[in-house]
């Protein structure tokens, strides 16, 4: 075998979960390489591969062994090493027989400090079939599995039974265990397919043998591909379009080996049911493509993808079609049921169903919610009446039996169910948006009133389970709390919500029956949703830098629609020629009153300015005060900023001629208030102290 060569990892198990069968190919293709270049092993392209019955992962032109590395062991100082005959002294022996050699064999370097002994000790490198069985075992145990499994009678813990291992460098097995399983070169083919081992004799022949032998596209990617077109061409066929997400496609392709897209139909009638909920019915129970015209409006008809290619595919066909009779008439059943029974009426029922231990029943989260709404839409000038309703009504559909049955069409069926009862548009709109956004880049809500359920919704819950303690630590967020916040910070930028989110979180605190003694809840949850807010705006612009972030998020602003503005303020000042002499004097000046511990220095005394520098400061201070006043005022500040900036020149000019802290306590003082009026002027924006420009 050459210096480099292919190596494969196959493990083979039995059907891996669909909706995780992605991320653990990724993870376990990033942790490997992550491994490897931690190892020293020079390597090219990693890539990843996963079929329902294995995770894979071929490293191109993998090392054979990691290089030899040198390293340069620190003993004694010659003088303590040898005694004043020149014979070696005990630390000298010691150090020697530390590092293998007779004491004449080190070697002496000379620094600053004097002269040592010093060894050169060779690490031989490891070989690659040594090293990557370990790598592979560590990598395995990292994948974000949340609960594993064990069979037999081993140890060994994985998402899904292992029952075989390929390991190949190049053309060579690599004799090892991995999750108690002894590798080898041999892989299996589908299920029903095939039924003997196939045989893998190099990294290069795996994607093909598998494809010819076996009847397995183990390239996830490709197999994405193919079902996309075949759904595509089948629904064409049928005379529309599918219908499917990103995630309905992974699913589905996760889920077979070898597709094989097949067209079915269903009774018309169904149609009269919400197009969700005959959408829900084919992909969340079944994994089928609705399909629909051009125009959006779903047909009878349906594309489903095979896992096998069938001698009579008519059979396949009659097969999903049974299926899916009894799934749509059950919605259809819960449908009529449902509407017998107004929102209105289900309210009562909330009271019965436990929110939270602590927080009291979902009526009392709506009661709160719709406290907090109202009060939300009067800063907005919006009327109370239909706020209240649709957070009395929001959660209603939770106890319907379609959403039971549907859990991912709740607030969807609340506006169905709403506009049945002949409750106003608006509030059925806002029943249905207040949900909205449901994950990150999700479709804001579309109605003031919608905006307003969703802030105050998301509020609620934050308030609450920060109040009985269940804050996020770490990774877990068991509520959905770090989105619940992105969420907030979503609608209040996005839809422009000019609203006092910390008087929100004082109301929303305050509206929850348990709060911690002495907890400072309010502060807690304002620097929760600023640092959500910290992520949104570094994602949304590249170029905003985190000290720039942080110089507005110092003043603390109580609106995030004035947030984005002074950000956006401060990153245009960025770009102005005076900034950077201007940030270094606020934080000059930052230091000089935090030495002088002043942080109210009072007025300035026009007769104590006896410096023609420090006279011609204050000028230009009151003329840029007068300037900057108004425009501050209508939060301008960008232009605000860009007056300010005509300050470098008497700044520049004042370091440069004026000493603060002189003897004479009034001169000093006076001094320093001018300083601080000038650093008041610009925190009036931002703290650009803490730019580093």
Avoid at 101 to 115: I, N, P
Avoid at 229 to 239: K, L, N, R
Avoid at 453 to 477: C, E, M, Q, W
Wanted: proline share 5%.
């Amino acid at each position: 075998m050459s210096k480099a060569a292919d190596f494969l990892v196959e493990i083979g198990t039995e059907e891996l979960p669909p909706k995780a069968l992605r991320s653990l190919m990724e993870a376990f293709a990033s942790s490997l390489a992550a491994a490897v270049d931690d190892a020293r092993l020079g390597h090219g392209a990693v890539r990843p591969y996963a079929s329902p019955r294995r995770l894979a992962v071929i490293i191109e032109n993998l090392e054979c062994a990691q290089e030899d590395r040198k390293s340069t062991q620190k003993g004694p100082p010659v003088k303590v090493a040898f005694d004043n005959d020149g014979n070696p002294t005990p630390a000298a022996t010691a150090f020697a027989k530390k590092c293998g050699v007779a004491v004449d064999a080190l070697e002496r370097e000379r620094t600053d400090k004097g002269e040592w002994l010093v060894s050169e000790v060779v690490e031989r490198g490891r070989g690659a079939d040594e090293l990557m069985p370990e790598l592979i075992e560590n990598a395995l145990a990292a994948l974000p599995i949340p609960r594993r499994m064990r069979w037999g009678d081993g140890v060994a813990e994985f998402v899904r039974p292992v029952h075989w291992v390929v390991l190949l460098h190049g053309d060579k097995t690599i004799a090892a265990s991995i999750m108690g399983i002894t590798a080898g070169n041999e892989t299996r083919g589908h299920r029903f397919h095939t039924s003997e081992p196939i045989l893998i004799e190099a990294p290069v022949d795996y994607l093909t043998v598998l494809e010819k032998e076996g009847y397995v596209i183990a390239d996830f990617e490709r197999r994405l591909s193919i079902v996309r077109q075949g759904v595509a061409a089948a629904a064409a066929e049928a005379g529309g379009l599918p219908v499917g997400d990103d995630a309905l496609y992974d699913e589905v392709t996760a889920l077979v080996e070898w597709p094989v897209p097949v067209t079915g139909s269903f009774d018309a009638q169904y149609l009269e049911l919400p197009r969700e909920v005959v959408i829900s019915t084919l992909t969340s129970h079944q994994r089928y493509f609705p399909v629909a015209d051009k125009n959006g409006k779903l047909l009878p008809k349906f594309v489903t993808v095979a896992n096998l290619e069938s001698k009579d595919p008519d059979q396949v066909r009659d097969g999903n079609e049974r299926v899916i009779r009894p799934r749509l008439a059950d919605a259809a059943f819960f449908w009529e049921s449902d509407r017998r029974i107004p929102l209105s009426a289900r309210a009562e029922s909330l009271r019965e169903v436990v929110y939270q231990r602590g927080l009291g029943s979902l009526h009392d989260k709506a009661l709160r919610t719709a406290g907090l709404a109202v009060s939300i839409g009067e800063a907005l000038g919006v009327d109370a009446a239909p706020l209240r309703q649709s957070a009395m009504l929001a959660k209603c559909d939770l106890v319907t039996g379609m959403v039971g049955e549907f859990p991912e069409l709740q607030g969807v069926m609340g506006r169905y169910y709403a506009l049945s009862d002949k409750e106003p548009a608006e509030v059925a709109d806002a029943i249905a948006e207040h949900y909205l956004p449901r994950f990150a880049g999700d479709e804001l809500p579309g109605s003031v009133n919608g905006q307003v359920l969703a802030v105050a919704d998301r509020l609620d819950t934050l308030a609450g389970v920060f109040a009985i303690g269940k804050k996020p630590s770490g990774n877990r967020d068991p509520f959905g709390l770090r989105r619940a916040a992105l969420g907030i910070i979503r609608v209040l930028v996005e839809c422009e919500l000019d609203l006092d989110l910390k008087a929100l979180i004082t109301a929303a605190v305050a509206a929850q029956p348990k709060k911690a003694d002495g907890a400072d809840l309010e502060g807690e949850l304002y620097t929760f949703i600023a640092e959500r807010l910290r992520r949104y705006f570094l994602d949304r612009d590249d170029n905003l830098a985190t000290e720039t972030f942080d110089a507005v998020l110092a003043r603390s602003p109580s609106s995030l629609v004035d947030f984005d503005r002074r950000l956006a303020a401060v990153q245009a000042f960025i770009a102005l020629e005076p900034a950077a002499s201007l940030a270094a004097a606020n934080k000059r000046i930052a230091n000089i009153l935090r030495q002088a511990e002043v942080e109210d220095a009072g007025e300035v005394k026009d007769k104590l300015l006896t410096e023609p520098a420090e006279v011609a400061l204050a000028r230009a201070l009151a003329d840029a005060t007068a300037t900057v006043a108004p425009l501050l005022e209508e939060r301008l500040y960008t232009k605000a900023l860009t007056a300010l900036a005509g300050l470098r020149e008497p700044v520049d000019t004042f370091f440069d001629d004026v000493m603060v802290n002189v003897d004479d306590k009034a001169t000093r003082a006076n001094r320093l208030a001018l300083l601080s009026q000038l650093r008041a002027l610009f925190l009036d924006v931002a703290d650009i102290s803490r730019l580093s420009i």
